[in-house]
């Protein structure tokens, strides 16, 4: 079958273009999420695997940092298989892992972010991944393939008065944002609105926003989509734009939000224009049924097929490290 090369392309200005030309492209894998997370701490590298013909059977962007005696490694979106790399994934993941030159106290994580292929899933288990599944790993996908009329139907019976009034309140326009400045102006609105989610509800995660603020509204694959109430900004939602699925990414607002339905407003009009583009799916971004009860519900209103989410696959060169290190993440 030939010598699998890995190219280093961290440099290489192609790479965006490289990557969305692939059946699993996703913003995890191209430049600007590099980017983030450089500019939070890790060290990020792009590669091409290359076959003996010098053709490209994979990408990968990878970050690292230093974590006790070892390194983290992680691998988000990724690698992202071309047509040529399907076939021959095992030999792929391979030249991936020999690159990488993993020591005896590192950790590898692969995480496809709901972007995962079949064969990448047998390559990873070929090679000895673990695959770590918690109970916060589940998404709630809506098939877009139905028409609106039963989309509708599914809807609970409030989630669909509350839509209607919404939709029939003159004060509320939906905006979808183009250009720079507007889309900046928007993130800072989100930036405001989220901050002020964290404190009046105690959660904490990973973004973040002044970090991610000019990178997340210059990228083509985000779409910035606002609700004004008589001008105002009183919700903004950012939604991860791939081929064939989009996600609800990020998403903030006010209380006037809550108060005249606007968050439902939003996602409707979002499942109008992802179904325009030819969207098969939607995904809402996750639940977590017993540590965020309102988000589910209100996610549950609108739709109750329930998938597992892609695990986190762990690899390590130590057996017992990486049994470890599987067990404790899969008991958070």
């Known amino acids: 079958m030939g010598h699998l090369t890995a190219t280093d392309l961290t440099d290489d200005p192609n790479w965006d ?10 913003i995890y894998a191209a430049r600007r999420w590099g980017e983030y997370k450089r500019r939070v701490g890790w060290e990020v590298r792009r590669i091409a695997v290359l076959g003996s013909d010098g053709h490209a059977l994979a990408y990968a962007q990878y970050q690292r940092r230093r974590c006790g005696l ?3 490694v992680l691998a988000q979106g990724c690698p992202v298989l071309t047509r040529a790399g399907a076939p021959r994934a095992e030999a792929v993941f391979r ?13 590898l994580g692969v995480n496809y972010q709901q972007f995962q292929r079949p064969e990448a899933v047998l390559a990873l288990l070929g090679h000895g ?3 770590i599944v918690t109970a916060r790993m589940h998404t709630l996908e809506l098939d877009l393939t139905q028409g609106p009329d039963r989309l509708r139907d599914r809807m609970e019976g409030r989630w669909r008065d509350v839509l209607r009034a919404a939709e029939a309140n003159p004060d509320l326009d939906t905006v979808l944002l183009t250009e720079p400045a ?3 102006a928007a993130f800072d609105t989100f930036s405001r609105f989220y901050a002020d989610l964290k404190r009046r509800k105690g959660f904490r995660n990973t973004l973040d926003t002044a970090a991610y603020r000019d990178l997340a509204a210059a990228d083509p694959h ?4 606002e609700v004004r109430e008589r001008g105002e900004p009183i919700l903004v939602r950012i939604v991860h734009r791939a081929a064939e699925r989009w996600t609800d990414f990020y998403v903030a607002s006010n209380e006037r939000a809550k108060a005249t339905g606007a968050g439902r407003l939003a996602v409707w ?3 109008e224009w992802a179904r325009e583009e030819g969207c098969r ?6 639940i977590d049924p017993f540590g965020n009860p309102g988000v589910y519900e209100f996610k549950r209103g609108l739709c109750r097929d329930v998938v597992t989410a892609n695990p986190l696959w762990l690899f390590s060169r130590t057996r017992l490290l990486r049994r470890a290190v599987t067990g404790f993440l899969a008991a958070r």
Do not use: K
């Open 17 to 26: 273009e490289r990557v969305w030309r692939q059946p699993g492209a996703n």
């Open 70 to 72: 070892g390194h983290v």
């Open 95 to 107: 030249a991936f892992l020999d690159h990488l030159g993993l020591r005896r106290f590192d950790l």
């Open 129 to 131: 991944f673990a695959p």
């Open 182 to 184: 507007a889309r900046l």
């Open 222 to 225: 985000l779409l910035f989509l």
């Open 269 to 271: 009009r979002l499942i």
């Open 281 to 286: 799916i939607l995904d809402l971004g996750g």
